[in-house]
């Protein structure tokens, strides 16, 4: 597992956010990538090890962010379609106000995972990013 992980190519962004987005990890393409269950969320990818602590410093803000992006996109979106198909004030509202409370809840990995996409395109894994996830994946990390 060692020689794979620092010999594989780096993904494209297009391609980290994509796998983000069906809630894999953006590097290795694991399924759940860092988490256990919709709200519960480990330190390292369950693939391949790769942390998703490397860049602690605003990565929460990141993946908030993220989050907003999504929100408000589909709300836009649906303002945007619901408007040129002539829908009432009220549905329109309505259906804004339901993408407000259900798309935080239901998109909150989605939002750390296409981040986690976006932070490898601007932040390179280093070797020691590396060196951690594989000593993870033998076991040897004291985290």
Not at 63 to 79: K, R, Y
Request: charged content about 10%.
């Amino acid at each position: 597992m060692n020689s794979s992980l620092n010999t594989a190519p780096r993904p494209s962004i297009v391609r980290m956010i994509l796998r983000g987005l069906f809630r894999r990890c953006a590097w290795c393409g694991g399924k759940g990538a860092f988490f256990n269950s919709w709200f519960k969320k480990n330190d390292y990818c369950n693939t391949c090890g790769m942390s998703w602590k490397r860049n602690l410093q605003g990565f929460e803000l990141g993946a908030a962010t993220m989050g907003v992006f999504i929100t408000f996109g589909a709300i836009l979106a649906w303002m945007v379609i619901g408007g040129l198909a002539g829908f009432s004030v009220v549905l329109l509202l309505s259906g804004a106000a339901m993408l407000a409370i259900t798309l935080p809840i239901f998109g909150y990995p989605i939002t750390y995972t296409v981040w986690f996409g976006v932070d490898l395109a601007m932040h390179a894994p280093e070797a020691a990013d590396l060196e951690q996830a594989n000593a993870h994946l033998l076991g040897l990390s004291s985290k």
